[in-house]
């Protein structure tokens, strides 16, 4: 998606370089000294500072894009959710969508030319189509994921955003033929207001996203309502951008007076921008979401009355118990147990002062019967371990 105007720029400069004059270079401005020569003098050029700041800023957007891109891929496997599986695939066709918005930025630090302009007309539009479709297919990949708990597949994701986005270049081919093969008009002479119009689609992809954003929030699963705040940060700030170019490219160069001049760098600090803000905003958050690993099961909390009481009773206290504590607890019982009988044994001074206070045995029957312990068993290997030497509970049968 990314490469194609790449690869287009890269053979327009062989073409001009080697059919440029060498007596052409003495006019050449202030820091191109690289052999660079007209027509790609805003590469270099210190006097026009917004060419080299939007080569720089676009330079390590690309770059930052196909690293997030590369991580995606070496991670994939490790994502074992389906529904965060789900999300990879519109995630990759926005970085290539962001790869392409960077690349075309470099079409307008060079001079027109018929061939840099039809390159222009052509995938402006498309591009942002792309991106505001990821968007949107978000958007409705979340919403259900709200409702439903379930997600369409991946393919089934990025094939429907590359459908939406192929409208956008449908319109594009469209308003070339007709003003170029059909009309006979140069390329790169077309009037603001058609140029915005073109883009009428990817505005009404922008909204949708922002609606579809909108009702993600309200799904009854808490756990996407962080990505879904993102995504409508992430249109919601699209928005803002879109308003504040086509504002500013319709009517901002006028009221300045510079408007064949200031055209183009409106145009691509609108693009550099744009790829910024949904890589910041959109892709990086929601590839991070996506690689974060499962959440880890909490621990009980007893004192919680609101718990399932079958969970509670699965739940032993004797494992938090060390083993020596264990058998002195054990031992205490033994003890216990012995006194008990030796009370019971005692004979007719008990029985008669028991008697004469009315009072009955506190000792119960069963105490006197040997009554193994849970951990007990476990420690003994399963077996119903028998009673110790000194127990003497049997005697009173």
């Not at 081919?173 to 009309?183: G, I, K, S």
């Not at 008009?185 to 922008?206: E, G, I, M, Q, T």
Request: glycine share 10%; aromatic share 10%; proline share 6%.
């Amino acid at each position: 998606m990314a490469f194609p105007p790449v690869v287009l720029l890269l053979l327009a400069v062989a073409h001009h370089t080697c059919g440029q004059n060498p007596g052409d270079s003495e006019a050449l401005p202030k820091g191109c000294g690289w052999g660079l020569v007209r027509p790609y003098t805003l590469l270099c050029d210190l006097e026009s500072i917004w060419g080299v700041a939007v080569e720089s800023v676009a330079a390590s957007g690309t770059l930052a894009a196909i690293l997030l891109a590369l991580v995606l891929l070496c991670r994939l496997r490790h994502i074992s959710e389906a529904d965060k599986r789900s999300g990879v695939g519109p995630i990759l066709l926005l970085l290539l969508g962001i790869l392409g918005l960077f690349g075309l930025s470099f079409a307008y630090l060079i001079e027109q030319n018929e061939s840099l302009c039809l390159i222009r007309r052509a995938l402006w539009g498309f591009l942002f189509a792309v991106c505001f479709s990821c968007l949107l297919i978000q958007g409705v990949r979340l919403r259900r994921l709200g409702r439903e708990r379930r997600s369409p597949s991946g393919c089934a994701l990025t094939g429907l955003a590359l459908g939406l986005s192929g409208v956008q270049g449908i319109i594009a081919a469209e308003w070339l033929l007709l003003t170029v093969m059909r009309e006979g008009k140069a390329a790169c002479h077309y009037l603001p207001l058609d140029f915005s119009l073109a883009c009428s689609y990817v505005l009404a992809l922008l909204l949708a996203a922002v609606t579809a954003a909108s009702l993600a929030l309200c799904g009854k699963t808490r756990q996407w309502r962080c990505n879904a705040v993102w995504l409508l940060v992430t249109c919601l700030l699209s928005l803002l951008l879109w308003v504040a170019w086509v504002g500013f490219y319709l009517y901002g160069n006028q009221w300045f007076g510079r408007n064949p001049e200031w055209n183009d760098p409106a145009l691509a600090i609108a693009l550099v921008a744009q790829g910024w803000l949904l890589l910041i905003f959109h892709a990086i958050p929601e590839s991070h979401i996506c690689l974060r690993g499962p959440p880890q099961p909490t621990a009980p909390d007893y004192f919680d009355t609101s718990q399932n009481s079958t969970r509670m009773r699965e739940t032993s206290f004797d494992e938090d118990i060390p083993l020596s504590h264990r058998q002195f607890v054990e031992n205490q019982g033994y003890g216990y147990n012995d006194e008990n009988t030796a009370g019971l044994r005692s004979g007719g001074s008990a029985s008669q002062h028991n008697s004469n206070t009315g009072a009955r045995p506190s000792a119960p029957f069963r105490s006197n019967v040997y009554q193994p312990t849970e951990m007990t068993m476990i420690l003994n290997g399963g077996a119903v371990p028998s009673a110790p030497p000194t127990y003497t509970g049997r005697q009173l049968w």
